[in-house]
Every structure is written in structure tokens, then in C-alpha cells.
């Protein structure tokens, strides 16, 4: 049974760096065809896609934020951390992880719970 | 303004078919696979359908997915009150190199 579970602060303030965690089992990053990837939810609105880690450290980041966003890995504790640099209100969001496969195109199969972020001084 | 397009609400009965219909363009919906997340209050995403039309198993085969050209839609059969929440579709875009969302359909069960 594949899970994921996101944790990190839930409040930054204005120009912080975010820092969230990742922590998955039922699956190896180190596996062919896999990836974690990072998807955040502003309140009441649309998922909003942020980036991917594949097996094989490929990392694609949404163009609109590639340059505030770094995505890493360490396989042997089953994580992925998402850093997110000067943070702003409007980043204020629900953060979710999810398994990712690219086997038979199934995408986005499995999400964490989400952790909510807000952004506020 | 979302990239894929989505009515902001449908409705239905109970044991009612409902579509809800997602509308993109070349560079998403048609060269791409569609997939559609269903979403309950306070809960993460689910995945209903991808690649277009599979089903991941535990979904029920009351619900179908179809793509025509630029355009998506999910069917939903036998509609039940579980059913209700928001639906949202979403498609790899090749110009914009990213995951693009519709902005969500609310499905409300009558």
C-alpha cells in the first residue's frame, strides 16, 4: 500500500524560505518509471502543479516558479523535500505530495493528505 | 482563468447520469492524456480516470472518461449522494511545459 504524508511549518512569514518533507512508503525512488511530485492548492481555488523528482533525479519545476523552487531526494529514507524560497501571502496554500508513475500513463495516482501552509507576518 | 475549462457547477439527481465537460486546446487536451481528480471536502485529490479513460481499480464503473479532439468529459451514472464534491480535470500542456488544471467542477446531488 502506497502512502505519503507531507509535514513542515504551517505558518512562514513574507520572504522566508518554505521547507517541507515528504515521507512516503510503499514504493522506492530508485524504482524505474517513479516519481514524487508536489501539487498546492490555494483555499477554494485549483490544484496548481510545482514540481516532479523521478527515480533517475530528473527534476521538471513549473515554469512560473522554477526559479524560487528546489526539489531533492534521499532514497534511502524514503523522502523528498520541497524548498520554496521567499515565500509571499499569495503561496498561502494546501501543499500536497503524490506518487507518480509514468507506466502506462497513470500520472498522479496517489496523494498525501496535504499540509497547509499559510503565509503571514 | 484557468487553462482547461470546466462548467463551475453541475447537478443531479439520485440515479441520474451527469457530464461534466473540460475543454483545452492543441497543445493539452490535444496531444495529451486527460485525467480527472475528485476531490471531498477538506480531503486530498483522488484519481477517477486517466490516460483518458481507465479506471484505476476501486473506482466504480459507473463513472467513464472520454476525449475528443480538444475536449474531455466524465461521466457519471447511478448517481449517488457520495458522489458530491469537486471534480477537476488536468492534462500535461506541450507550450506552457507544465501540469495544467480546469477550475473545478461542483457536483451537487439533489
Known amino acids: 500500500q502506497i502512502t505519503l504524508k507531507e509535514s513542515g511549518p504551517t505558518l512562514v512569514k513574507p520572504t522566508q524560505t518554505l521547507t517541507l518533507t515528504c515521507t512516503f512508503s510503499g514504493f522506492s525512488l530508485s524504482t524505474s518509471g517513479l516519481a514524487v511530485g508536489w501539487i498546492r492548492q490555494p483555499p477554494g481555488k485549483a490544484p496548481e502543479w510545482l514540481a516532479l523528482?523521478?527515480?533517475?533525479?530528473?527534476?521538471p519545476y513549473s515554469p512560473s516558479l522554477k526559479s524560487r523552487l528546489t526539489v531533492t531526494k534521499d532514497t534511502s529514507k524514503n523522502e523528498v523535500v520541497l524548498r520554496m524560497t521567499n515565500m509571499d501571502p499569495v503561496d498561502t496554500a494546501t501543499y500536497y505530495c503524490a506518487h507518480y508513475q509514468t507506466a502506462n500513463h497513470v500520472g498522479f495516482d496517489v496523494w498525501g493528505q496535504g499540509t497547509k501552509v499559510t503565509v503571514s507576518s | 482563468q484557468s487553462v482547461l475549462t470546466q462548467p463551475p457547477s453541475v447537478s443531479g439527481t439520485p440515479g441520474q447520469r451527469v457530464i461534466i465537460s473540460c475543454s483545452g486546446s492543441r497543445s493539452n487536451l490535444g496531444n495529451r492524456y486527460v485525467y480527472w481528480y475528485q476531490q471531498l471536502p477538506g480531503m486530498a485529490p483522488k484519481l477517477l480516470i486517466y490516460a483518458n479513460n481507465q479506471r484505476p481499480s476501486g473506482v466504480p464503473d459507473r463513472l467513464s472518461g472520454s476525449k475528443s479532439g480538444t475536449s474531455a468529459s466524465l461521466a457519471i451514472s447511478g448517481l449517488r449522494s457520495e458522489d458530491e464534491g469537486d471534480y477537476y480535470c488536468?492534462?500535461?500542456?506541450?507550450?506552457?511545459?507544465?501540469?495544467?488544471f480546469g477550475g473545478g467542477t461542483k457536483l451537487t446531488v439533489l
Open positions: 523528482i523521478y527515480w533517475n533525479d530528473d527534476k
Open positions: 488536468t492534462s500535461w500542456d506541450d507550450s506552457l511545459s507544465t501540469w495544467v
